[in-house]
């Protein structure tokens, strides 16, 4: 690939997404939302079957290393950033209890669900030769995620973050995305372990051996080092180097233990500790290369895995029950766990609508999921699309169950 395809490539790749991004969130959708549409547009589905000489020459096979690698990066430093964006809002200590029971709830029900329809979806949908219980756990997993990140700033947007249910939401989100990353990481090693038990045991064994290592050993110095190196949060060109250099390991390992580097960015992050000061000091930094410019290229990578196949013959079925149960398995676990706590009906349905905001982290779960060979094109397209969809309807159904009924507004006025 040569050098002036590269940057082609990346001129169309950002100019498009930036593009969709703007233009989704004129009509109050994250930016994030059009950037993965951008992604979409990009693939087979649309400019492959609009322009297919342009879209091979512009996107040949042999130049997908260099992008697939730009992206990579990308990902592990933005799952680098949400590990050290993962705490407990403030105020939340008051509501513990009821996060862990929204986040248990909205990932258990849609996560039960996902494995009633796996024995529907597997015999098309999961890749030659993969059994039945890797594919079902895996779609189980992908069905329960929910997007702290988008979900953040949708709250913010909306100037829900202080509020009762945005705080809630916030920290259940928080409970997903640990279960989540943790399941997601056995998933993967059962399905990579390819030695049985053995083999899954091996895998499990070396990452609670790393585990162990990152928040025993790695976390102390690091705390140690930025308590005498960045005494007010804000670290040197040095500290900065070797926080990546840290950062770069733990995804290597992770890598190398037949995982995926998320895993490893992701824990490093969580190792980090929680001060605003640093957290603010490392967004600055890393996100303008990492959202700005390298989560295009990924959006752009996962639009190229998509297939038009996915919506031939029984597709649309499978896409509409897939849609369903996630959906459905969302926002009545996420209520549930709500009113178990306490919390009214529109509340409680308010929860359930924000934790079915799912994003850029389903998008890298079915990434990890395509990568693992755990699911083909066909299902990463439709659970693509189902990302897109839930996420882009968190907005508007919060507006629906926000807006008074018409028998209240009418006792409203007669009580007047």
Known sequence: MTLALLLLQLT????????????????????????MTAGILLGPI?????????????????????????????????????????????????????????????????????????????????PAGLPFWPFALFLG??????????????????????????????????VVDSLAWVLLALVVAFASSGAGLAGFMRISLGLAVLVAVIFLVVKPLVARMLRVHAPGGVPSPTVLATLMIGLFACAMVTEWLHLHAV????????????DDRLLKHLVERLEPLSIIVLMPIFFALAGLGTTSGAFAHAGLGAMALILVVASVGKIAGGAAGARVSGYGWRDSLATGALMNSRGLMELIVIKVGLDAGLIGPELFTMLLVMALVTTASTGPLLSLIARPSHDATADGARRA
């Open 141 to 174: 997993v992908a069905l329960s995620i929910t997007a702290f990140p988008v979900l953040a700033r949708i709250l913010k947007d909306r100037h829900m973050t202080r509020t009762p249910v945005g705080q809630l939401a916030l920290g259940a989100a928080g």
């Open 263 to 274: 895993f490893g960015a992701f824990l490093f992050g969580l190792s980090l500790p929680r």
């Open 46 to 126: 649309v400019f492959g079957a609009l322009f297919p000489a342009w879209h091979a020459q512009l996107f040949p096979p042999a130049s997908l290393q260099g992008l697939s690698s730009l992206a990579s990066l990308g990902i592990v430093l933005f799952m680098f950033v949400v590990g050290a964006e993962l705490r407990s809002p403030s105020g939340m200590a008051a509501q513990v209890k009821s996060a862990g029971w929204v986040g248990v709830c909205s990932m258990l029900l849609p996560m039960v669900l996902g494995l009633a329809i796996a024995p529907v979806l597997h015999p098309t949908l999961a």
């Open 12 to 35: 169309v790749i950002l100019v498009v997404a930036r593009g969709c991004g703007l233009l989704l969130r004129a009509f109050g959708q994250p930016m994030v939302i059009g950037e």
